[in-house]
């Protein structure tokens, strides 16, 4: 079962893969260390300008600006109490005191080692984890796969918090988009509104760039971070082999992960969940709980190895099954669409090389955390926050631009983005969440060539779709995501009245 991971090893350490993980990683820390931009942003960016690369170059970039965003949050979140990433939260409660009482650079080097190792058990969970469910899912049929397609929904509908009627109106958006253009067995033109540029469909790239690009930028013009200017010399930075013996927290290593790891399978749960839990579940462990809140560093050490311990995790259920476990992983699995890699049993099957060498270099990239982000990276990282945010907004928006002409050639899709990046700016200011769209795009079509290839075997008839135990499970299942959170509700209710 694990030859396939072993057999991949050697193409990874191929000079351009490698490159691609380290270039990665140093963007992404370049990405979390501002505050307003995120790792979905830089990767639906990056996405438009991979079509030329090679499947592991492009996918190295992505799992190195992964890792090194999830740390790269923890920079202004020490030293302006302004989490890079909505993951950072929980790391302003000890960082930024820390940063007040001189030991800003010890701050910084208890977050990256933690990050490190958040990031090496995730890559290894993945590793070990997503193998086995590869090969019970190979079993699955045209019914069984549509049922996986429906739960992916409902999981990210009903479980990504919030309200359920915004997160299904995004679904039904996603899933509309997903049936523009011709009818792949008919071959009527659907929704196409006499375009022939969508004939072939919505790009997934148009989309990702518009929803996930463009609203953060236009916040990133309107709100000027007034930061004073961050004077690096005084972050009492040390070589990190110095640091590391004063870092003896591996039993919050050792417990972080594990949240970290579990809360990223879930979908929709995220890092600011994994690092909350731990955090929480350190300081009630502590022997002196009094000191968290004033400069602890174990707390940093709680938070930032459990929102780095579920970035390779989410991507368990995305892999083997279509479903994404955060709103990275949405966007990963429209980079892994680009280069004709549909996520899902097959994708184990028909490119071991690709995948499991996929899951190398999020290991890889985790490890270099440590050697990207030491004493002297840190604070020339640090540095990044005096940055103008006009002029890093301005920047953004041109390589979206390039990037998504680059894709046809033809300004529709220029001006197709800007539509979808209008609606995602208000979907935004609304709060409905955008990660059912994108997977709406993305299992819509897949659900619907499914659910017809089935309905085809059985002749029309829709109790096909009910004929074995598995499908049943999968359909009980999707019973209990939509059910569940009301009945839950009710019964947390109905105690407190009692």
Known sequence: MYSDLLHA????????????VVIGVIAGIVVGAMPGLSATMAISVLVPFTFGLEPLVALGLMAGIYNGAMYGGAIPAVLLRIPGTPAAVATTFDGYPMAQKGEGGFALQ???????????ASAFALMLLAPPLSKVTLLFGPSEVFWVAVFGLASIIFLLGGNPIKGLISACFGVFVSVIGSDPIYGNDRFTFGQLEMLDGINIVILLVGLYALPPV??????????GGVNSSKLG???????????????????????GIWIGILPGAGGSMAAFMSYNEAR?????????GEGEPEGVAAAEVANNADTASALIPA??????????????????????????????????????GFMWQFLFGAILLVLLGGSLATNSFARLLN???????????????????????????VYLMLGFGAIGWVMDRLKFPLPPVV?????????????????????????????????????????????GPTLKKRFIDSRKKA
């Open 9 to 20: 090893l050697p193409d990874v350490f191929a000079w351009t893969n490698f490159v691609a």
């Open 110 to 120: 208890v977050a990256v080692v933690s990050s490190s190792i958040g990031g090496i």
């Open 218 to 227: 236009i916040d990133l013009l309107e709100t000027p971070l007034k930061t």
């Open 237 to 259: 930075t040390e070589p990190i082999w110095k640091a590391l013996p004063r870092m003896k927290y591996w039993k919050t290593w050792l417990r972080g992960s594990f949240l």
């Open 284 to 292: 009630r462990t502590s022997k002196n709980p009094e000191k968290w």
């Open 319 to 356: 892999l083997t099954l279509g479903i994404p476990g955060t709103a990275v992983a949405a966007v990963m699995l429209g980079g892994l669409l680009v280069h004709g890699l549909q996520p899902g049993p097959m994708l184990f099957r028909d490119n071991p090389d690709i995948v499991f």
């Open 387 to 413: 940055l103008p945010r006009p002029l890093l907004g301005s920047v953004i928006i041109v390589l979206m631009l390039i990037g998504v002409y680059s894709i046809h050639g033809r300004m529709f899709d």
């Open 439 to 483: 997977l709406g795009l993305i299992l819509g079509g897949f659900a619907e060539e499914n659910l017809r290839l089935a309905l085809r075997i059985g002749r029309g008839d829709p109790m096909v779709l009910f004929q074995n135990w598995t499908s049943l499970i999968l359909v009980a299942l999707t019973v209990a995501v939509v059910v």
